[in-house]
């Protein structure tokens, strides 16, 4: 049976043309697209899952009467990112003489409407507001190093209400990219379905998603060639293997910051915890396959 992993791309390596890191992320995401032949080709099955921060901050930028909702910018990202990445890679696909296809899932995930995020809104999206947007908006909104912007919910992620839908493509040997931006946020109101204004970690969702697909491997790739514990100091030192036990000795010691690398700790702890069985990875875009072998970047095991 051929294995799948979820492989989970940042927004900083999917930034918008104009931005001043263009060259950067085309390079990054480069690094993304090798990594996804290099593990076909290696026999695994592909789920794409991606960040959207700067291009939700862009649109909502352009957005000057503030006429859509939270949950709109994200469906919108997962489209707009999702689309360019199934052309990157189709071209790279077809160009390898691979069998294999990309598709693009607009991915709605449950929230708990009684989730403690909703209660203290913490998570900054959008640009900096002026100060008549400041006081006429009917937002949170909160002071931040580069001035004040709106803040919404981050809840844990529930339930995928495709996941079924994706289960299937994956079982067709598709590509399956979803989950953009953590999924679209939404609430269960009686018999409906409802978006509210919330963003979900997407290194959150992608480790549910290994969960609930009983996934062989989660990778979650970022700027940093491994996990680094006393980062930035002279005592700063890489770990190839950390176990449970160890993450959570580091994480109560503030090693891994919430607004950085806690989530993605705690998102591959997770998917270790459900599944010891897994294969649970943190590393740099163009390594993954070398991690897997354990010759690159960070693996995380329950013991």
């Not at 060259?23 to 959207?52: K, Q």
């Not at 514990?229 to 950390?242: D, M």
């Amino acid at each position: 049976m051929q294995k799948v992993v979820v492989y989970a791309i940042g927004g900083n390596a999917l930034q918008n043309p104009s931005s001043s890191r263009s060259g950067e992320a085309e390079e990054t995401l480069a690094r993304v697209m090798s990594d996804v032949v290099d593990l076909l080709e290696s026999g695994w099955n592909v789920i794409l899952t991606h960040g959207n921060g700067p291009q939700v901050g862009h649109l909502m930028q352009l957005d000057q009467k503030f006429s859509h909702t939270m949950d709109d910018w994200v469906s919108a990202t997962q489209g707009m990112i999702g689309h360019s990445l199934a052309l990157n890679l189709d071209s790279i696909l077809m160009k390898r003489r691979r069998p294999e296809r990309t598709v693009c899932i607009i991915t709605r995930v449950e929230v708990d409407v009684n989730d403690v995020g909703f209660q203290l809104p913490t998570k900054p999206v959008g640009p900096i507001l002026s100060d008549s947007v400041v006081m006429t908006a009917d937002w949170d909104i909160a002071e931040t190093a580069n001035g004040p912007r709106r803040v919404v919910a981050s809840p844990l992620p529930m339930n995928v209400l495709d996941l079924e839908v994706i289960k299937k493509l994956v079982e067709l040997k598709a590509v399956v990219i979803c989950g953009g931006g953590g999924g679209i946020p939404v609430v269960k109101q009686e018999n409906h379905y409802v978006g509210v204004p919330a963003v979900i970690d997407k290194d959150r969702l992608s480790s549910l998603i290994a969960i609930k697909l009983n996934a062989d491997a989660l990778i979650i790739s970022t700027a940093v060639d491994s996990v680094k514990t006393g980062f930035g100091t002279a005592k700063e030192q890489s770990h190839r293997i950390l176990t449970l036990d160890q993450c959570e000795d580091y994480m109560a010691q503030g090693e891994f910051p919430k607004g950085s690398m806690g989530p993605k700790i705690g998102s591959l702890m997770e998917a270790c915890l459900h599944n010891p069985a897994l294969t649970a990875i943190l590393c740099q875009p163009g390594d993954a396959l070398k991690s897997l072998r354990g010759e690159s970047g960070t693996t995380i095991v329950s013991k």
